[in-house]
């Protein structure tokens, strides 16, 4: 018999030795054994996001050499009002003044530049803009979805028709998509005429199915609804959805590619197979935590289509400070499917040690970098932290198992180099990881080396 101590005995026990350390961002994945699965193919002859981007960023080169002159004409030289920005832009860029306008307008709409109080800054799609193809996709998709505030409404038709007309220009658009081709203008406006007499007939609808008494003021005129169709068609061609031609619409690539994105929206939103919707985020994650990949990303693209960017990604980093580690990751996969409009509030959640080691990784993948390889961004406290936090979330929702597992994701070499970390690393769930760490091995040695650890965290030895 010998009298090691347990610490020695486990340095030179090659039984004890960790295997070779797989990376975090598998570790952090433990949980829920999560792995990646093709998203949904667009149609067939669909081009490439590359060439899509190309021909956005086409669409949108006036709109990008503005924004390019208004970020770096904001020092104290900048103009003193609107109207003088524009000419000295104009004869900057040798565009008209109506160009320097309807350039501007576009570059607000598709993110380019960001409005703080009376300055103008870049957008984060104006410093990806050349780099990011997916970038300059949202970005054109974003002026695509403001295509009514593009081309000016005529000033005789009453808001209400207005409206009605922009509530049914999807339908008129997925007739397009459908149609692979060429519409003539009346078959449109006869569908268009159609779906607004539904809008009507729908709000007219009450509970016990009488009808309401018409309401005082005035009502919708259904002659301008035809006459609407012309703006609208004029609108989406402007900002290259569509083009016009001899008394028919057709879409381009970039409008057939967005319809079918918007339709995918739809359709995940219709068939949230968990019913998580209409939850908090937190309910939410806690009913995707019981799901595989596919079906949890379903879920977060569902409930993301129903909210506000701004209120989501805040509603989930509320729910990532919680004490739920699970929920924690659980979180940032959300916010990856969230994606380039989190990445400001991805970068400020990096300054709270709690979140810091998601929010880097969050970053190194959004940046380009392999999800097996996003942990060497990581120093090794940082790395040592999310140990422990998966751990937790482990050992709170997994099995024993499990946890042991969870040994070969650590860094360092062996469980005392781990051990001695741990404790230094001052994670407020330090002392029940390593608990039930100590419960679920079944090698003596090791275990009481790792209860010893808990104590000393817990008493506050060394």
């Known amino acids: 018999m010998t009298s090691r101590k347990p610490d020695e005995q486990l340095a030179r026990n090659s039984r004890l030795r960790l295997v070779r350390p797989r990376s975090l961002a598998t570790a952090r994945r433990a949980v829920t054994t999560r792995r990646t699965r093709p998203s949904p193919r667009p149609p067939e002859g669909t081009p490439a996001p590359a060439e899509l981007a190309r021909q956005a960023r086409a669409v949108l ?245 129903a909210r506000t960017v701004s209120s989501a990604v805040a509603e989930l980093l509320a729910v990532a400070r919680g004490e739920d580690a699970l929920l924690r990751g659980l979180a940032f996969e959300a916010l990856r499917v969230v994606g380039a409009p989190a990445e400001t509030e991805v970068r400020a959640a990096a300054a709270e040690p709690s979140l810091r080691p998601y929010a880097l990784l969050w970053l190194a993948e959004y940046e380009g970098a392999d999800p097996d390889d996003a942990a060497e961004v990581l120093t090794r406290e940082e790395a040592t932290w999310l140990w422990v936090d998966t751990a937790a979330a482990v050992a709170d929702h997994g099995e024993p198992q499990l946890l042991l597992r969870h040994l070969d994701s650590a860094v360092q070499g062996t469980v005392p180099a781990l051990l001695d970390e741990v404790r230094a690393g001052g994670h407020p769930r330090t002392v029940q990881v390593l608990v039930a760490l100590a419960a679920a091995h079944p090698d003596p040695a090791l275990a009481k080396a790792v209860r010893r650890a808990a104590f000393q965290v817990h008493t506050g030895g060394v």
């Open 61 to 305: 080169a006036d709109a990008v050499r503005v924004a390019r002159w208004a970020a770096v004409e904001r020092g104290p030289g900048a103009a003193s009002s609107i109207a003088e920005a524009r000419e000295r832009a104009a004869a900057a860029l040798d565009m008209s003044a109506d160009q320097v306008r309807a350039g501007w307008d576009r570059a607000r709409l598709a993110g380019l530049i960001e409005l703080h109080g009376e300055t103008a800054r870049p957008g984060w799609r104006l410093r990806a803009w050349d780099r990011d193809d997916m970038a300059v996709l949202r970005g054109w998709v974003a002026l695509f979805d403001a295509w009514s505030l593009v081309h000016p409404v005529p000033g005789d038709v009453a808001p209400a028709t207005v409206a009605e007309v922009v509530e049914a220009v999807p339908q008129v658009l997925s007739l397009l998509q459908l149609s692979a081709g060429p519409v003539l203008k009346p078959a449109l406006a006869d569908l268009l005429q159609q779906r607004v007499a539904e809008l009507r007939e729908e709000r007219c609808e009450v509970p016990d199915g009488t009808r309401p008494e018409p309401a005082a003021g005035p009502v919708p005129d259904e002659a301008p609804v035809a006459a609407l169709l012309d703006w609208a068609l004029e609108g989406l061609s402007a900002v290259g959805a569509l083009t016009l031609e001899r008394g028919q619409a057709t879409l381009t690539p970039l409008g057939n590619w967005a319809v079918w994105v918007k339709l995918e929206q739809i359709c995940v939103a219709a068939q949230s197979p968990a019913g998580n919707i209409e939850q908090s985020a937190e309910d939410m994650l806690r009913g995707c935590a019981r799901l595989t990949p596919g079906p949890a990303r379903a879920e977060y693209r569902a409930w993301l289509a």
